[in-house]
């Protein structure tokens, strides 16, 4: 079984960028969505990117956002791949001269082999919950029963995981990666997540679980 990949999506700060490199992530995602909670400024996406070692793959999260827009975060921040949490439709998602994934979020009827056809260009497709009129980041599950095995994109699991499922997820799914945000966030004095402030200790179980235990079955 292949160990899959981890990205740990919304980071906002400096230090958590490290913490998730130095745990083992191989992708951090950034927010350049303005409804988020994990929404980063392009300077302080620069800054975070700058800080970060080697061989951690940077991808920038654009919900319906412009051409203009999306070249201006590009002309300023060194992103390795785009993720497109919106409606965009191929033909946008391939002009920007890097690889790209596509968002899909598994409403009832969401036919998956169509998808991949639809966004064949796609380096991957990233399946996550479905929540109405929220497009990312709803730290719900979903029944993963529903992905099909035979794919011909590399799915990229997301929605709901944390340290508690996400190996039981990648020993059912068998994922090429899985994509974590909240689920590794410091939790409030009320319970709930901080919206962006990564709990390090939760990205480094995230990690082995996703890594070892996963792989491994346990």
Known sequence: ???????????????????????????????????????????????????????????????????ADIENVLSQVPLDLLQFHGDEPAEFCSRFSRPWIKAVRMKDDVDLYQCAVQYRQAAGLLVDSYVAGIPGGTGETFNWDRLPKDLSLPVVLAGGLQPGNVADAVAQVRPWAVDVSGGVEQKTVQGGRSGGIKDHSAIRAFIKSAKIRGVAGV
């Open 1 to 67: 079984m292949t160990i899959p990949r981890v990205k740990i999506c919304g980071i906002t700060r400096i230090e958590d960028g490290l913490a998730a490199a130095n745990a083992g992530a191989d992708a951090i995602g950034l927010v350049f969505y303005e409804p988020s909670p994990r929404f980063v400024t392009v300077a302080r996406a620069a800054a975070i990117c700058a800080s970060l070692p080697p061989f951690v793959t940077t991808v920038g999260l654009f919900v319906d956002a412009t051409q």
